[in-house]
């Protein structure tokens, strides 16, 4: 195992930056998601570290050694990728001792390293098999075990759930965590899907056009973002955002907004008649009794067992409130809403960057 820097890291193409200076470590064992839209850099970075893509400026470092010179061979890194990458004409048990056969190691070792991970990846049963034979799921499966057997010093995964369907996806992400805690492997793993980055990271690493908006941890990222863009990119579904007027009063602060005066967290810096983007997710928005609260209008109701999403219109804008159990809402409906006011997020409408309130 080892730890990875990334020191001032650049990348161009002729005069085109796409990654502007990045910086940040991750530690030895840490399992890091980088996540953000197509066209971020995370893919980008992540081949700069394997050694695929060279390096315009700055230094990569595994286990405090200056990397940018050395060829992908010589890393110690084992990357996973979107398109498995297996070799057709070879059975799994081929596939996953190739890197050792490269290397002309022992082959009674080889044996063993590959039983051993045949066995944490339940391929047992399929080592004389070919990739034909295999369901997506088995592939990927595969692919990992090819990855484990080198003995790394960092995982790379690219995108490795993409290409299965939605119940797989869920299935080989707990699948990939549980890898991880087993070997305490430094992984580095990188896609475009914020619910597969909420559920595996150690820590998220949000990438915006070549820049780093925000590093924390899961609920760190959910329950303080650092700016517009994260608080618009994590959780599902997408935090409402009303453009308002932030206002102080002796009861506190409060935004106006759609004709309506909506709490702020306690403590929130800015000043009066500073003009905001207030942020409440859709788990903090409640229906209140007795005619108590901001009114809305009921668009669409979207039952989903144990919640119940509603689409509302509040004035101009349209917001989601996703309610626990089940309602008697319906299509145009008045309802009355509350907001959790701690849990409310006030962000610079200038800058796009949060008022920090005192939790």
């Not at 080592?127 to 034909?132: D, G, H, K, S, T």
């Not at 960092?154 to 990939?176: C, G, H, T, W, Y």
């Not at 929130?268 to 209008?297: F, K, M, W």
């Amino acid at each position: 195992m080892a730890a990875v820097s990334f020191r001032r890291v650049e990348k161009s193409y002729a005069r085109t930056k796409v990654i502007h200076g990045i910086e940040f470590d991750i530690a030895d064992g840490e399992f890091v998601v980088l996540v953000g839209p197509s066209g971020c850099g995370k893919s980008t970075l992540l081949r700069m570290l394997a050694g695929l893509e060279d390096i315009s400026g700055g230094q990569i470092l595994i286990d405090g050694k200056v990397v940018n010179d050395l060829e992908s061979k010589d890393r110690d890194i084992a990357m996973v990728f979107q398109s498995y990458a297996l070799y057709p004409h070879m059975t799994v048990g081929e596939n996953m001792a190739f890197s050792l056969r490269l290397r002309n190691a022992d082959a009674a070792l080889t044996k063993q390293r590959v039983a051993d991970a045949a066995r944490i990846l339940n391929l047992d049963r399929l080592l004389e098999r070919y990739p034909r034979e295999l369901s997506g799921g088995q592939r990927q499966r595969v692919a990992m075990g090819r990855a484990i057997v080198r003995d790394p010093k960092v995982f790379l995964f690219d995108e490795p759930l993409s290409n299965l369907d939605a119940k797989l996806r869920v299935a080989m992400r707990a699948e990939i965590k549980a890898l991880h805690q087993r070997l305490r492997t430094t992984t580095v793993y990188v896609t475009h899907d914020q619910i597969e980055a909420m559920t595996m990271a150690d820590r998220i690493v949000v990438m915006h056009d070549g820049l780093v908006e925000q590093i924390g941890t899961p609920l760190e990222l959910f329950d303080r973002p650092a700016n517009l863009f994260v608080a618009q990119f994590i959780g599902s579904p997408s935090m409402n955002l009303l453009g308002g007027t932030l206002r102080h009063g002796s009861d506190g602060a409060h935004v106006d907004a759609l004709g309506a005066a909506w709490p702020a967290p306690p403590g929130t810096a800015g000043t009066p008649g500073q003009a905001v983007q207030y942020g409440v997710r859709p788990t903090d928005i409640s229906l209140t009794a007795g005619g108590q609260g901001i009114p809305a209008r009921v668009v669409v109701v979207e039952p989903t067992g144990a919640e119940t999403e509603l689409l509302l219109q509040v004035g101009s804008e349209q917001l989601v409130a996703v309610i626990h159990g089940r309602t008697g809402a319906r299509p145009d409906d008045t309802v009355h809403l509350a907001v959790e006011a701690a849990n409310a997020h006030v962000f610079d409408q200038a800058s796009g960057q949060r008022l920090d309130a005192t939790r």
